[in-house]
């Protein structure tokens, strides 16, 4: 699944308001983009409970039963009922094979209505000869989500067994299970039934065991009113035209399912359309007919193909499927899901206007498509036993959408943007004390929402990063070979990480790679201990040592490391340009004399960052290389010049170098024209914006900013002939954004009239917007911050109308961009109706809202003021819910700020936070530590600042 806008999943939008912390386009998961989200692992929080539980009382299920397929019929009806209530009818028998004896059937079923059949909730039947016992009780279990269903007498080990029901569910607008989307065309209410099961919502469309492990077939039949296409995991086979209860409807009928989860069932039924193209598998891409008849699938069918191909190549194993399907919808909660052969998107992840999308959406869904498809096979055909291995299944996905997305886009260099979406983006989470080791115990993730609580920065982001390194160090041949063997020896099955760990091992042995410990004993540092190590190199001796990397050195680690926090790191290194070599650090501290260097030599550590660690040199090589930056910076590869930068100012926070050294390393940006330094240094400049919004320290950072900024600024309007193109590169088209937004922002002369003008144009010709895809974000934000009332309401009028997605998160972030508090708290107040502000949507507007200075407070304010509210609707299994906490609180610096998020925490103790505990927590401990940083750092940065501007 794709977190994510968040990691990214705040989803689609990638617009920040001023100086934002995230990359342009940096959003991998639909909600995570504005996340930095760790989990706390509420868990262990937990105290442990008294005398054992009854069978049905525990979370996981007995290992008395498994399935073997199911056989379900679903009616989803797409007209609310006489009490208004929008419902499906179904039924659904399960085959499952008893492997145990035992009296007690437990099968997962949530908030469904059981139909009672001879005065029970099920029918029980034997296959084969033997005769089923009757059934004694029958009951749900709510609290574990249980259809329970006691025997009078037991059933045999080896027996197979049929459980027959018949249910009504709610086909709600609440993104779980089997549930309603809603959209309008041509003034005309639409509404699609479609679903997301993963990872515990199964059973809220029909009784399972819903559990990874409990694969089965799935033989699906869908009836719905004749005219509107049903879709699931498997291709339609039959499709009948009758009668039922008065209405006329068609059952579409199709392939059963491959052996698999489900958590991977989708089940869709809508009045779209489709583009295709079939050369081996049949490919469909599914939208509103509108959006397909504009041509808004065909990017998503052009480069399917491709990355399904690229995907048999890499793993060396053909697609599993006879089709493949990938759908846009209008609500969803995730950026996308990986349901096997249908997968599920937002709108803006899977549609692309080549009108009205920026090359930021374009790479967001190359990316987002590779991710979901890489799990066709990782993830899917071969699945991880337990939701304690998320890491494994989202961090591998996330690691090779870039390769995917690069096999399609091959002159984009989107593999080097990992750096910045991922590897630097959960640095800055894995470095604080409250962070978690990428695996969890399996008996502490039962719960659903711990088992959502998984689903955050570091299990995708550090997973894709540490799995960069493995590949790294392994080499991508012998990487790919024990993928290879992995995926075809447990195809159709459940693993556990180390079974990977095996097989790669197996892969090094042939190949004769040289280690110094197995596999296994290296990725373990990575993967059971949490952070990760600042590497130190001392030039004049030749030292190397190792440390735990801590953003705040003097909190308490509150979990012990099996390995002392220490790792086996591979170090790859450049000395002044030239020579290139490795070795492995597997002690505290070692010696190599090739690290040291002389007169003006420098050393350079983790190239390219293919180390999931930061770096620290002596002062000497420090200035080494800070003098190459400002003499000839491009002999310096361009991503460690984005590392130089980031492990700079993160080495400031841990109180290891002066604030001074990282300053320094902006200097040489007047000269720089890439885009991964610029963005690098902007996000760490971004913590010095939050820090000192309402201090004195802001001006001086506006000046420094604008004087830095203006040469890019006049770079790209040379090169773009004076605004009248886009610049070719990719990543130059994300400078550009850069160079206009700070410049706009810190008031470079000519931006802001450049941008009012364009925006006033698109006024005054509504049908005509003059402002390139690319811009509109920062232009629309810069031209509603710098306008009034006229400009707002015009900006609400297009966002209302928008017919495309990706235009209307634009609008919808750039609203929050104003000055105005009238506007900004009438816009706050439109979260709080869903027929105003998408529910999906609603904590994005509150978080961008924070993020303007102006709102900031607003924000917080309304945040506690309405947060039964928000609480009731977005609290539980939400991801959104972490980002709201972690959003609102971002720039939090003072005492007062922090008694408030103290008192904000007792106050609502009764209620709680839900999924958003752990980044409660992390908030308060965030806050402490920003209080602390700025008593040390304000005085030597304005001193700094001064000097610079003098
Ligand atoms: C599924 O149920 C339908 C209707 O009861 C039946 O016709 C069909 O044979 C069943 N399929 C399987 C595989 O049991
Ligand atoms: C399920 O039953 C409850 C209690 O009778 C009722 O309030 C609810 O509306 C029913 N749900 C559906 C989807 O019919
Ligand atoms: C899907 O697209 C194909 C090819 O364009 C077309 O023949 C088919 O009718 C479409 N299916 C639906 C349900 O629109
Ligand atoms: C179909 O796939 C083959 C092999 O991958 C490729 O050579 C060919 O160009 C493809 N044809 C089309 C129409 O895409
Ligand atoms: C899709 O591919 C076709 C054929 O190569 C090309 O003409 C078209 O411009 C592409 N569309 C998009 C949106 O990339």
Known sequence: MCLKDILTMVKGNMVRIHFSAMCVGCTFLGMASLATIVGLWTVQLLPSTGPPAEPWNEHRLPDTLVPDYYNITLWPRLQPNIHGLFVFTGNSSVVFKCLRETDLILIHSNKLNLTSIDGYLAKLSALGTSVAPSIQKTWMQETTQYLVIQLKGKLNAGELYELYTEFVGELADDLAGFYRSEYEENGEK??????????????????????PAMRAVFYITLIHDRGTVALSNGMEIEKVDTVLDGQPVTMSTFEPTKNMSSYLLALVVSDYTNVTSANDTLIRIWARKKAIEVGHGDYALNITGPILKFFENYYSVPYPLSKSDQIALPDFYFGAMENWGLVTYRETNLLYDPVISSNANKERTATIIAHELAHMWFGNLVTLKWWNEVWLNEGFASYVSYLGADF??????????????????????DALASSHPLSSNEEDIIKPEQITEQFDTVSYSKGASVLRMLSDFLTEPVFVQGLNTYLTMFAYQNTVGEDLWNHLQTAVDKT??????????????????????????????GQVSQMHFLLDPESSLQRQSPFNYEWIVPINWMKAEVEQSRFWLTEKTAFHSDMKATGNEWVLVNLNITGYYRVNYDTENWECLLNQLTENHEAVPVINR??????????????????TLALKTTKYL?????????????????????????TDVYELLQNYTRKQVTPLFEHFKTI?????????????????????????????????????????QWMDQTNHNPIHPNLRS??????IASGGADEWDFGWLMFKTATIGIEADKLMSALACAKDTTLLERYLGYTLDASIIRKQDATSVIVYIASNPDGQTLAWDFVRKNWVYMFTEYGVGSFNFANLISGITKTFSTESELEQ???????????????????LEQAIEKTKANIKWVAENQREITDWLMAESA
């Open 901 to 919: 998020l103290l008192q904000f925490k007792s106050d609502n103790a009764e209620i709680g936070f839900g999924s958003g505990t752990a980044a």
């Open 642 to 659: 984005a590392q130089i930068v980031d492990d700079a100012f993160n080495l400031v926070r841990a109180k290891i170098i002066p604030v």
């Open 190 to 211: 639409k509404i699609v039934a479609t679903s997301q099961m993963h990872p515990t919502h199964a059973r809220k469309t029909f009784p399972c065991f819903d559990e």
């Open 778 to 783: 920062t232009v629309y934000c810069s031209a």
């Open 408 to 429: 399609a886009e091959p002159s984009w260099n989107v593999k080097d943007l990992i750096i910045l979406k991922d590897i630097h983006h959960v640095f800055a989470v």
């Open 670 to 694: 007047s000269e720089e024209r890439e885009y991964m330094p610029w963005q690098s240094a902007l996000n760490n400049l971004d913590y010095f914006y939050l820090m000192f919004t309402q």
């Open 720 to 760: 773009t002939e004076d605004w009248s193109h886009v610049p070719t590169g990719h990543t130059d088209q994300y400078n550009q954004v850069n160079a206009i937004r700070f410049a706009c922002s810190t008031g470079v002369d000519g931006c802001q009239n450049l941008t009012t003008g364009w925006y006033r």
């Open 512 to 541: 004769g790679t040289v280690l110094p410990l197995s596999v296994k004993e290296i990725m373990d540092r990575w993967v059971l201990q949490m952070g990760f190590p600042v590497v130190t190199v001392n030039t004049t001796t």
